[in-house]
C-alpha cells in the first residue's frame, strides 16, 4: 500500500496531534501532586488564620515553608524515579521554582504595596496564582486556564459578596479549587 503526498502529510499531522496531546496529559500528571498540596496547605492555612487572624503571618511562614519544602520534595522524588527507569534523567525543579518566584514577588509586592487588611493579602495571593495557571494554561493546557479563572472568580466572589468570612470561604474554595484542579488533572 503506497500513501499519496496529500495522506502522509495528514497522517503526519495525526502523528503530531497525538503527541501534543500526550505530552499535555503527561504536564497535567506531573503538576497534580503540587495542586493537591497546596490545595490541601490553603485549607489549613486560611482555616487558621479564620481561627486565630492575629497569628496569620506565623501561620502562613510555616504554611508556605512547608509547601516549598514538600513541592521540592515531590520534585525530587519524580526526578529519582524517573532516574530509575533507565531514561535520560529529569530535573522536575520548574513547579517548585515557580512557586519559589511566586513567594518573593509577592512578599515584595507586599511590602511595597503594603494592604491595610489581611483580607486584602488573603485576596492577592490567590489572584496572582489565579493568573499564573491561566497563563501557564496558554502552553499547558487549557486545564490549568480554566482553574485559574475559577480560583479568581471564587476569590473575588468571596472577598465582596463575603467580607467576614473570607477566610472561611477561602480555605473551603480556594483550597477546593486547587485539590479539584489536582485531581482533574491527574485525570487521563
Do not use: C
Request: positive net charge.
Amino acid at each position: 500500500m503506497t500513501l499519496s503526498p496529500n495522506e502522509a502529510v495528514d497522517a503526519l499531522h495525526d502523528i503530531a496531534a497525538v503527541e501534543a496531546h500526550s505530552q499535555r496529559l503527561y504536564g497535567y500528571r506531573k503538576a497534580s501532586p503540587q495542586l493537591i498540596l497546596w490545595g490541601v496547605l490553603w485549607m489549613i492555612g486560611y482555616g487558621l488564620t479564620a481561627a486565630w487572624p492575629s497569628r496569620s503571618n506565623p501561620i502562613w511562614i510555616a504554611v508556605d515553608a512547608t509547601g516549598l519544602a514538600a513541592s521540592f520534595l515531590i520534585s525530587a522524588r519524580r526526578t529519582r524515579n524517573a532516574d530509575a527507569g533507565g531514561s535520560r534523567p529529569r530535573v522536575y525543579w520548574r513547579f517548585p521554582a515557580i512557586m519559589l518566584i511566586a513567594f518573593v514577588f509577592v512578599a515584595a509586592t507586599i511590602v511595597i504595596m503594603a494592604p491595610v487588611s489581611g483580607r486584602q493579602v488573603g485576596a492577592f495571593i490567590p489572584l496572582v496564582v489565579a493568573a499564573s495557571y491561566a497563563v501557564m494554561g496558554l502552553w499547558l493546557g487549557l486545564r490549568f486556564t480554566i482553574a485559574g479563572a475559577a480560583l479568581a472568580a471564587l476569590t473575588l466572589g468571596g472577598f465582596f459578596l463575603l467580607p467576614a468570612h473570607f477566610a472561611l470561604w477561602m480555605a473551603a474554595v480556594g483550597g477546593g479549587v486547587l485539590i479539584l484542579g489536582g485531581l482533574w488533572l491527574r485525570r487521563v
